[in-house]
């Protein structure tokens, strides 16, 4: 059979974080995303990666990352292999190894590398230990030393993949997203919560020179890198950015609207000298009127309603918004990791 084009067009990459790749490269995976979500739909097969071999190392469980991963390289005609924290040894850095105490990420990366086609890792929380730019160091340090592609299926500041099947799910809304408003918020939850979502999104949404919005309480605030990273972005795709401490005046007149909850930094290292998951815990407790409503959708433009899952209902949203509201992409976001995800292995892996 013949091969669309877009098949190992971007061989061999990592795919980290949607910052290491320009909108037009951002929008090649997203046309392959479209091809392949229709081919789907159609019920016809897409065998672009014959044989290979994907190692999906998860710290962190998962309900649609683990099934869009393993379901989607089967799609494309090659295997995944699960990879629970018990079936490897704790992910070490290099400053905190201790002779003989474990094996290093970078003998793990290369053996795995001798296996297979592609590395995909998920850690956040516990597993990085709270402390916000672990999990991402150690992302960093299997991409350094394997030797095929290492996907991030999200660490503690970025969450790639859910930026990109959600930008495809608001493309698929708004085919032209240029100048539209789109708000990241703040939501409720009663949990410890990463960075890598919200992150992620003034990101991409900015890389496609939407008008967005960050509203969080004060206290909330993201890393300095991606701020300054969101407004270059602005700057460079013609958008906007900018930062609001009032959910309702932020969501007044959006097309989009993305409440999601996070935690505050300032209780977790390297902010803090420990992880003070009690006063965080308490600290989140005082903006429990951050949550989403009809009530807050009847004061954007219609807004549709984005959350990368699961959403903490009657935390962050009501259930009506998710379930009765017509302009709800909550499952077609969780569907489109599906598709984002096999856009990226049959450009990447072959």
């Given at each position: ?12 990459k990592?795919?980290l ?6 909108q ?5 995976i ?7 979500k229709k ?11 014959p ?10 469980r998962?309900l649609?990352t ?18 629970s ?7 070490t850095?290099?400053?905190?190894m201790?002779?003989y105490?474990t094996?290093?990420?970078a003998?793990v990366?290369r053996v ?12 956040y929380?516990d597993?990085a230990?709270w ?10 340090e299997?991409?350094k ?9 999200e660490d503690?500041l ?6 990109m099947?959600?930008i495809?799910?608001?493309?698929e ?6 100048g ?8 409720y939850s ?8 919200p992150?992620s ?5 900015t890389q496609?020179?939407?008008d967005?919005?960050l509203?969080h309480p004060?206290g909330f605030e ?9 407004k270059?972005n602005?700057?460079?795709y013609g ?25 505050p ?8 000298a420990?992880?003070?998951?009690e006063s ?9 009127s ?18 990368c899952?699961?959403?903490?209902r ?7 918004v998710i379930?009765?509201?017509k302009c709800?992409?909550?499952f ?14 049959a450009?990447f892996m072959?």
């Amino acid at each position: 059979m013949e091969m669309p084009k877009y098949v190992g067009s971007m061989r061999w990459k990592d795919f980290l974080n949607t910052q290491d790749y320009t909108q037009e490269e951002l929008t090649q995976i997203l046309d392959a995303a479209d091809d392949l979500k229709k081919k789907f739909k159609n019920r016809e097969p897409t065998p672009y990666l014959p044989g290979r071999t994907l190692f999906m190392i998860f710290y962190n469980r998962s309900l649609r990352t683990r099934n869009s991963f393993e379901a989607g390289v089967y799609q494309l005609g090659g295997h995944a292999h699960f990879l629970s924290p018990q079936d490897l040894y704790t992910p070490t850095l290099p400053e905190d190894m201790v002779p003989y105490a474990t094996e290093s990420i970078a003998d793990v990366a290369r053996v795995l590398s001798r296996m297979g086609d592609a590395i995909a890792i998920r850690i956040y929380g516990d597993a990085a230990k709270w402390t916000i730019g672990r999990g991402h160091r150690v992302m960093q340090e299997f991409a350094k030393w394997a030797e095929v592609p290492v996907l991030n299926m999200e660490d503690d500041l970025y969450h790639p993949f859910q930026a990109m099947a959600d930008i495809m799910a608001a493309r698929e809304a708004e085919r032209n997203l240029q100048g539209k408003k789109f708000v990241v918020s703040y939501a409720y939850s009663g949990g410890l919560k990463p960075l890598a979502v919200p992150q992620s999104e003034v990101l991409v949404t900015t890389q496609f020179g939407m008008d967005v919005v960050l509203a969080h309480p004060k206290g909330f605030e993201l890393e300095d890198n991606v701020i300054q990273a969101a407004k270059e972005n602005a700057d460079r795709y013609g958008g906007s950015f900018e930062v609001s401490y009032d959910m309702k005046e932020a969501f007044e007149g959006a097309n989009f609207v993305y409440p999601k909850a996070w935690s505050p930094k300032q209780f977790m290292p390297p902010y803090n000298a420990t992880v003070d998951k009690e006063s965080a815990t308490k600290h989140q407790d005082k903006y429990k009127s951050w949550l989403t409503d009809m009530g807050m959708i009847d004061v954007t433009d219609k807004a549709y309603y984005m959350h990368c899952g699961p959403a903490d209902r009657g935390q962050e949203v009501t259930d009506e918004v998710i379930d009765k509201y017509k302009c709800s992409l909550y499952f077609e976001e969780a569907e489109n990791r599906l598709h984002a995800q096999k856009a990226v292995m049959a450009m990447f892996m072959p």
